[in-house]
C-alpha cells in the first residue's frame, strides 16, 4: 500500500486525505511490536542496540506474514506454498524471535503468545503458526554472529586530546554514572541489514575547531543549551526534554499509530515497520562507526575547556552544565537525528508525502506534556534536531550531518528491499 498524493492534488485534496485517517484500531503487527519495546524497556538495551532489536523483529514478522500475502519479496526467508492466518503467522514469528533476542523473557511471551492466541481465536495448529516459526528460526540463524554483545569488550575511554571525547561527568540523577566508559562501540561492527559496508556511509566529519562552523556551533549550544539558559524559551526547555527518551522507543509509539491511522491490512502494516527498523537498524550501525570513528567531544568538555582549542572566538566556562545528562559515548553524529530521519524517510517514500499526521509519546518525566501530535514529518525531525542542542548534547553540525546520514541510508533501504514481488 502506498498513499500517493500527486503533485496536482489540489490542498484540499490533501487535507481530505491526511486529515481524515482510518478507524483507529488494533492490528497485529502493531500488537507484537508493543510487546517487543516491552521486552527492550525490561532488558534496559540502550538506543542503539534496541534499533537492532527491533529490526530482527520485524523482519521475522515481515518474512511470516509475507509468506502467505505474497505480495512483497521476502526480507531473506523463503518459505514456498506457505498458507494460514497472518495474524497467527505474526504471533508466532515475533514470540519466537523474542524469545531468540530475549531468552530470560521467555516464561512471560509465552504467556503473551498463549493469551494472544485465544483473545483472537487463533486456533495453535493453524498452519500459519508454523510458517510463523521458520520465519523467525530464519531469521534468528541470520543474525547469529552477526557482531552483537561480544564476549568482554575492553572498556572504552576516548582520550584527553583537544577535540577529543573523553568519560564525561553527570549532574542529575537518572543518567549514567559519572565518568562512565563509551557505551557499546561494539554497535559500529554489527552486520549491517541492507547494505554490505559501513565505510560506503562516510559523513564529512565535523566542524574543524577553529572554523567559523565550530564558533557558531559552539556558542549557540553555549547559550541554549545550557542548565541556566535564559536565552532558551520554556517551549524550548520542553521540546528538550520531551525528545530526551530513547529515540527507538519513541518511533515505535509512533509507528503503531500511523498503522492504526492509515493502514487496513497487515501485510501493509509488516512492510512499514520492518522497513522502518531496518533503515533505523542500519542508522544507528553507521551512526555509531562515525561516532567511534571521530571521536569527538561533547560540549560539557568542549566550553568547560575551550581555553585550549585554538580559537579565541570560543570561551571557556569551567561552571557551564547542560540542560540533561549528557550521554556517554561521542557527539558526532547525533544517533537521535540519524535514527530517526532514517525512520521518517521511509515513511514518506511509503506515503509518498510528508504530511502524515501522527502521535508520539515520551517516557521522560520532565516533559509535559507527554505525548505530541504532529502532522508533517518535517515538523518532528526539526525538534529533533533542536531538542539536542537545546538539551546541551549536541551541536547543530552534528544533527544535520546525522538527518543526511539517516536519509541516505533509508533511500537505499527503501530502493533495493521488500519491493513488489514479480
Known sequence: MKLKLHKWASAA???????????????????????????VVTAAHPPPVASLDFAIVHAAIYDGIMAIDGRYQPYYVQIPNASGSMDAACAKAGHDILVYLFPAQSGQLDADYNAYLAQHNISPSDPGVAVGAQAAAGIAALRSNDGRFPPSPPPYFGNTGTGQWRPTPSYEPGGPPSNAPGLTPWVADVRPFTFNDVADYTTEGPAALTSAEYTADFNEVKSMGSKTSTARTAAQTQIAYFWADSGPLMWQRALRDISNRYLS?????????ALADLAAGDAQIACWSTKYEFNFWRPISAITLADQDGNPATQADPNWRPLINTPNFPEYVSGHTTSSEAIVEILENLFGTKKLEFTITTANGLANPKTQTYS???????DVVDARIYAGIHYRTSDVHGVTLGKR?????FKHYLRAAQ
Do not use: Q
Open 13 to 39: 485534496t490533501v487535507a481530505f486525505f491526511i486529515a481524515i485517517p482510518a478507524t483507529l484500531r488494533a492490528d497485529a503487527v502493531a500488537d507484537w511490536n508493543a510487546i517487543a519495546e516491552r521486552s
Open 265 to 273: 491490512n497487515i501485510g501493509d502494516s509488516a512492510r512499514m515497520f
Open 376 to 382: 508533517n514529518l518535517s515538523d518532528a525531525i526539526r
Open 409 to 413: 541510508i533509508a533511500k537505499h533501504a
